[in-house]
């Protein structure tokens, strides 16, 4: 087998080994089929079969109640950020809590289609942090509220969602969907792109309740509207096929391999601390961006005493084969995005690197 580095990169991300190896195996020819998924009519037995397996999958995997419907679509979120207002706004205002960069993109794109409003926003202190108890303006007559459930570029994270009471809560879960349980009950609709824990970009999953359906204007464009995508399971026109067959893949690991989302979160959660710990302990010479009690087991930011260093660092870590480490241009520093699929071995070495770094540079 080809030598394998280890990859953090923010996404498209590191994938499972034995998803890759299962796909390498039926690449020219999935079992019993005769033909490549890569060649399959979206219209054919088998992909039903497929779409089936992964819809029950998920419902298995973040216990989906009844009056929900999923859907398997294309554009990314970033589609989705002007789907939601387009499909849920319905004349009304809505809220969206802005805890980093891809929240402030999801309110822009918002802007354009309707009234909508920062119910918080972290950019006074470049997003290091979340709303504190008692900040959040909240409406009660807003159509829904919106929130980026993990900001991948600064590294802070919702461990607890806000209570909106009546209003759904609608949330972009993209960077840390399937990396933990989620009670789905308590969302209006989630929405994520694979590419980051799910799978490959091409595919991003909507999970929408019933009731919200309703309020997609008789105008909207078909391929627009989540009524008619819902009506058509998601085959309105050609879907992701591949992208769709890979979530398959993960959704079977995450199942049978890891042994559920429980078991995904506490391994998570122990890479993270990894890192976190030697930020703490590093006397300054690494500086987290997120504050402590808002950091993500995703994505894991930090900056040294100079970018001489961090460039430094990038450069020699990347010797050890731990690649992609370089932080986002509006943060900069050290970014080691540590989804699902980075085995506890790879957060290891960047540790022990970490730790030698510091000893071989500090002053």
Same mark, same amino acid.
Request: charged share 25%.
């Given at each position: 087998?080809?030598? #394998?580095?280890?990859?953090?990169?923010?996404?498209?991300?590191?994938?499972?080994?034995?998803?890759?190896? +299962?796909?390498?195996?039926?690449?020219? =020819?999935?079992?019993?089929?005769?033909?490549?998924?890569?060649? %399959?009519?979206?219209?054919?037995?088998?992909?039903?079969? %497929?779409?089936?397996?992964?819809?029950?999958?998920?419902? +298995?995997?973040?216990?989906?109640?009844?009056?929900?419907?999923?859907?398997?679509?294309?554009?990314?979120? =970033?589609?989705?950020?002007?789907?939601?207002?387009?499909?849920?706004?319905?004349?009304?205002?809505?809220?969206? !809590?802005?805890?980093?960069?891809?929240?402030?993109?999801?309110?822009?794109?918002?802007?354009?289609?309707?009234?909508? #409003?920062?119910?918080?926003?972290?950019?006074?202190?470049?997003?290091?942090?979340?709303?504190?108890?008692?900040?959040?303006?909240?409406?009660?007559?807003?159509?829904?509220?919106?929130?980026?459930?993990?900001?991948? !570029?600064?590294?802070?994270?919702?461990?607890?969602?806000?209570?909106?009471?009546?209003?759904?809560?609608?949330?972009?879960?993209?960077?840390?969907?399937?990396?933990?349980?989620?009670?789905?009950?308590?969302?209006?609709?989630?929405?994520?792109?694979?590419?980051?824990?799910?799978?490959?970009?091409?595919?991003?999953?909507? %999970?929408?309740?019933?009731?919200?359906?309703?309020? =997609?204007?008789? @105008?909207?464009?078909?391929?627009?509207?989540?009524?008619?995508?819902?009506?058509?399971?998601?085959?309105?026109?050609?879907?992701?096929?591949?992208? %769709?067959? *890979?979530?398959?893949? *993960?959704? #079977?690991?995450?199942?049978?391999?890891?042994?559920?989302?429980?078991?995904?979160?506490?391994?998570?959660?122990?890479?993270?601390?990894?890192?976190?710990?030697?930020?703490?302990?590093?006397?300054?010479?690494?500086?987290?961006?997120?504050?402590?009690?808002? #950091?993500?087991?995703?994505?894991?930011?930090?900056?040294?005493?100079?970018? +001489?260093?961090?460039?430094?660092?990038?450069?020699?870590?990347?010797?050890?084969?731990?690649?992609?480490?370089?932080?986002?241009?509006?943060?900069?520093? !050290?970014?080691?995005?540590?989804?699902?699929?980075?085995? *506890?071995?790879?957060?290891?070495?960047?540790?022990?690197?970490?730790?030698?770094?510091? @000893?071989?540079?500090?002053?």
């Amino acid at each position: 087998m080809v030598e #394998r580095v280890f990859n953090f990169s923010p996404g498209p991300a590191v994938l499972p080994l034995p998803v890759l190896e +299962e796909a390498q195996r039926h690449l020219l =020819s999935l079992p019993g089929v005769g033909i490549s998924v890569l060649e %399959i009519s979206h219209r054919s037995k088998p992909f039903e079969a %497929i779409m089936a397996e992964t819809k029950q999958a998920l419902v +298995e995997l973040l216990g989906i109640p009844s009056g929900y419907q999923i859907l398997f679509l294309q554009g990314g979120s =970033s589609l989705q950020f002007s789907m939601v207002p387009m499909n849920l706004l319905a004349g009304n205002s809505a809220d969206y !809590i802005v805890t980093g960069s891809w929240g402030q993109k999801a309110l822009e794109e918002a802007r354009k289609e309707g009234e909508v #409003r920062a119910a918080w926003d972290g950019k006074a202190d470049n997003y290091n942090r979340l709303p504190a108890a008692g900040e959040l303006k909240l409406s009660p007559t807003a159509a829904y509220v919106h929130v980026t459930s993990n900001e991948t !570029i600064q590294g802070v994270q919702f461990r607890d969602m806000p209570k909106t009471g009546n209003v759904p809560l609608v949330a972009d879960l993209s960077s840390d969907f399937l990396s933990r349980p989620v009670p789905v009950e308590q969302y209006g609709m989630i929405y994520a792109c694979a590419q980051k824990n799910a799978g490959i970009s091409g595919v991003t999953v909507v %999970i929408v309740r019933d009731e919200l359906l309703a309020r =997609s204007p008789e @105008k909207l464009s078909s391929m627009l509207d989540y009524r008619v995508l819902a009506k058509n399971d998601s085959l309105l026109n050609t879907p992701p096929v591949f992208a %769709i067959y *890979i979530l398959s893949l *993960i959704t #079977r690991w995450l199942k049978n391999d890891v042994g559920g989302l429980a078991k995904m979160a506490k391994l998570n959660d122990e890479k993270a601390k990894l890192l976190h710990d030697v930020l703490d302990e590093s006397g300054g010479f690494y500086r987290g961006h997120a504050k402590a009690d808002c #950091r993500s087991a995703m994505n894991v930011t930090w900056r040294l005493p100079s970018e +001489e260093l961090e460039a430094t660092f990038v450069k020699e870590a990347k010797a050890k084969k731990l690649h992609e480490l370089k932080g986002h241009r509006s943060v900069g520093g !050290i970014r080691a995005s540590i989804y699902n699929a980075m085995p *506890i071995e790879g957060v290891r070495e960047l540790r022990d690197f970490m730790l030698d770094f510091q @000893k071989r540079n500090a002053r």
